[in-house]
């Protein structure tokens, strides 16, 4: 059930268009007024820029303050194909490639960068994040971080892994990959929640946990402009 409350409409924003390759990545975009940062949401397999889910929890961080890039890492003909859905390499590649666009040439060029992944979408923000553009934050909903491999010993920015009580098969996984991260991190278990979040007022418990996350680790430095 995806929450009618005070996140559920969240603005239209921007339709944007960046280039990968040979590949044109659509997203939606939406600064609000003096964003404090700007958070680029890489989604699981079998969803998009459209996900109800991480519509709703961008909602909450346009809320708080923040940018939000809502991004399809794959074009439709490649979200077709199976394998490509599990590409992390790939996926992460078109995620650093979307970051570097957004620091650089988007309306909220020069924010201060944090991923959101959800499902493979987490390994592949875990992955992006060791490599420049620098982030500042990540936060994962039902990830499968261990799906990062050997990046999850160098990603430096702060991580939060959130993770549904009744999620049984993804917990363990959580629970090994926040031994091996070394940044500053935290692990959540949302009791009595299932992998999609969808019991009542659970995915409103996700939206509170990243936004705070991020409004504390995206924030500008105490006496800058």
């Known amino acids: 059930m995806i929450p009618t409350g005070k996140y559920a409409e969240i603005e239209r924003g921007s339709a944007v268009t960046i280039s990968a390759g040979v590949a044109r990545l659509e997203g939606i975009l939406v600064v609000p007024p003096d964003a404090s940062g700007m958070v680029l949401f890489a989604h699981g397999s079998g ?9 709703y929890v961008a909602g909450a961080l346009q809320s708080a303050g923040l940018a939000t890039l809502l991004l399809d890492l794959l074009t439709e003909a490649e979200a ?5 859905v599990f590409d992390i390499p790939l996926l992460a590649e078109r995620l650093r490639v979307a970051a570097q666009w957004a620091s650089t040439d988007s309306p909220g060029a020069g924010l201060a960068l944090g991923y959101f992944g959800a499902s493979t979408g987490a390994a592949a923000a875990l992955v992006a994040a060791t490599e420049a ?3 500042g934050a990540i936060v994962s909903r039902g990830g499968r971080p261990d799906l990062a491999g050997a990046a999850l010993d160098r990603v430096t920015a702060p991580t939060l892994l959130i993770v ?3 999620d049984e098969a993804v917990i363990p996984l959580n629970k090994s990959a926040l031994q091996r991260l070394r940044a500053p991190k935290e692990l959540v278990i949302v009791s009595e929640a ?3 979040f969808v019991e009542p007022g659970k995915l409103e418990d996700v939206a509170r946990l990243a936004a ?5 680790h995206l924030a500008p430095a105490s006496g800058t402009s």
């Open 47 to 55: 969803s998009g820029r459209f996900s109800p889910r991480n519509g």
């Open 80 to 84: 077709a194909r199976h394998a490509m």
């Open 133 to 135: 553009p620098p982030v």
């Open 164 to 166: 549904g009580g009744w």
């Open 194 to 196: 299932t992998h999609l």
């Open 212 to 216: 705070a996350w991020f409004t504390k």
